[in-house]
């Protein structure tokens, strides 16, 4: 399977529910960002769980940590290893970009609001109103319902000014 490269508005439309802030806070926050943890990655090529992590890993200047305790001991994407929570991951991630179903969400929140997680992300068709209470309880900027690289494709020239300031 051809991974995603470009803004295809088909695979990824415009949400009609969910919450994010506004473009320029959206912009900082992945412009500050400098680790992601993406929570439900797939080593499945055919997911977009794996496609989005390989485009995180290729295009941004994130280090990318993969978290999914079903994954094959063996499995990498790109030479990133499995881990099997996110209090197993090496240093705290910035941004928890997950994608998993809305049920599981609120667990997950929790999980990143205890190691101090600055950002919760979650993907798009992922809405949970008990999982933003939880991280916005803890001060953590939310994202709902939107997918990480369309966003960031869509602010790259804003994320890069607010990097460059």
């Known amino acids: 399977m051809e991974l995603i490269t470009g803004f295809d508005a088909e695979a990824c439309p415009v949400p009609t529910s969910g919450q ?10 992945l412009a500050r960002t400098t680790s992601v943890a993406v929570v439900g990655a797939s080593p499945d090529e055919s997911r977009t769980s794996h496609q989005i992590a390989v485009w995180l890993m290729e295009h941004t200047p994130y280090e990318v940590y993969l978290v999914n305790p079903a994954a094959p001991e063996d499995a990498e994407i790109r030479g990133h290893g499995f881990y099997a929570s996110l209090a197993e991951l090496p240093v705290v991630p910035d941004l928890v970009d997950v994608f998993r179903r809305s049920e599981f969400t609120p667990a997950i929140a929790t999980e990143a609001s205890v190691l101090g997680a600055s950002t919760l992300w979650l993907q798009l068709g992922v809405v949970n109103e008990e999982a ?34």
């Open 132 to 165: 933003m209470g939880i991280a916005r309880a803890s001060q953590m900027t939310t994202v709902e319902n939107r997918c990480i690289k369309v966003e960031y494709a869509r602010l790259r020239d804003s994320i890069d000014s607010a990097r460059a300031a």
């Open 20 to 29: 994010a802030p506004a473009d320029a806070v959206l912009a900082e926050v």
